[in-house]
């Protein structure tokens, strides 16, 4: 059976961007293919954070990933930190990347360009997620685009270790959703969604109120002229907001587009649309908001499982690599 293994950050609140380029195809995945799923903290590390905050938003994130969907009968769901391996086998994967690889990943580049105190882990950082990919003989990630970068550097690393230490790892492939990878701000339609708290009024949480999003959608940057047409270089508003209508409701920004002669009624159709998309997942997340206990179980059933998997492959990459084992 096919393993699929992606992963999110605890870090701001989960947006419309993460729903439709990723976890709606984690929810798909989970019914065929044996799929893990991991709210990365340790990853959230690589920029300072408030620690009772992160305890909280981990277990947030979790409850957002259960209420989008995911079934733990199907599924594993777990904390990275919880299986101790990731750190481990990061370890390995950064000492066969090479310094020149690291520095020419693009998001590092961004995010150490934009921030005061730039951390030895953020620059790391892709070394543990490929740690996080190779510890379960993945196959596939479903991830949005910017993460593609990160799947290249992790089928570099894997290939590399198999040639230099025997074969040790599945080397996997990154899986971009044709419609909704790159979802991009309501408000700077030339940037994508992000978590930052940057531009509120051009982000749409899962979690959000169906007036505050009608409010967004109403007032998002279109473009010049009334033409509704899919051409993201030209018309990055209007296309921003075919492309989150036709990921919303199963369809090519291209057929979204048909049968629209203005903004209006394209702005009020996909607001509607995506109220329809987060109203079941809203209801879920608040009946798992008073029964915090549910989440935690799902989490430490997920980390034993998860765990049986990290250690044998962590155990396999120890032995190839030449570390003695323990006497
Ligand atoms: P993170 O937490 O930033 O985002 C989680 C997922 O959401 C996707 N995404 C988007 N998709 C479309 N439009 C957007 N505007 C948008 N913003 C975010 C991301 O591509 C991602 O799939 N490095 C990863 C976390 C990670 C990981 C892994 C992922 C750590 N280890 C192993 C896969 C496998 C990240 O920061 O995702």
Excluded at 68 to 77: F, H, K, R, Y
């Amino acid at each position: 059976m096919t393993r699929v293994f992606s992963g999110i950050k605890p870090t701001g609140e989960v947006h419309l961007g993460n729903l439709l380029g990723a976890l709606q195809y984690w929810v798909e995945d989970q019914h065929r293919a044996d799929s893990f799923y991991c709210v990365v903290d340790l990853h959230a590390l690589t920029t300072p954070q408030n620690p009772e905050e992160l305890r909280a938003k981990t277990l947030d994130v979790a409850r957002i990933l259960l209420a989008i969907g995911l079934d733990p009968e199907v599924c594993t769901l777990f904390v990275q930190s919880h299986v101790h391996e990731h750190a481990e086998m990061a370890w390995l994967m950064e000492c066969t990347v090479s310094y020149g690889e690291l520095r020419r990943m693009t998001q590092f580049k961004d995010k150490s360009e934009s921030s005061e105190f730039v951390s030895g882990g953020l620059f790391t950082y892709p070394a543990l997620m490929a740690a996080d990919i190779l510890l379960y003989e993945t196959d596939r990630v479903p991830v949005g685009d910017d993460q593609r970068q990160h799947l290249e550097i992790t089928r570099d690393i894997a290939m590399r270790f198999n040639s230099r230490y025997g074969d040790t790892f599945v080397v996997p492939a990154a899986a971009i959703p044709r419609t909704g990878a790159r979802v991009m701000d309501l408000q700077q339609p030339t940037d994508k969604m992000s978590k930052s708290d940057d531009s509120p009024q051009g982000t749409v949480l899962v979690t959000e109120d169906p007036r505050s999003i009608e409010k967004k959608f109403k007032r998002a940057v279109t473009d010049s002229g009334t033409e509704v047409r899919y051409d993201p270089e030209n018309k990055p508003g209007v296309s921003n907001l075919l492309a989150i209508l036709g990921a919303a409701t199963g369809r090519t920004p291209e057929e979204a587009a048909k049968g629209y002669g203005q903004y209006g009624p394209l702005k009020s159709d996909t607001a509607e649309a995506v109220i329809e998309l987060l109203r079941p997942v809203q209801e879920r997340y608040q009946m798992l908001a008073d029964d915090p206990g549910q989440t935690a179980a799902v989490l430490r059933s997920g980390a034993d499982k998860a765990q049986q998997i990290a250690a044998s492959v962590l155990a396999r990459a120890r032995r190839n690599i030449g570390l003695l084992s323990r006497p």
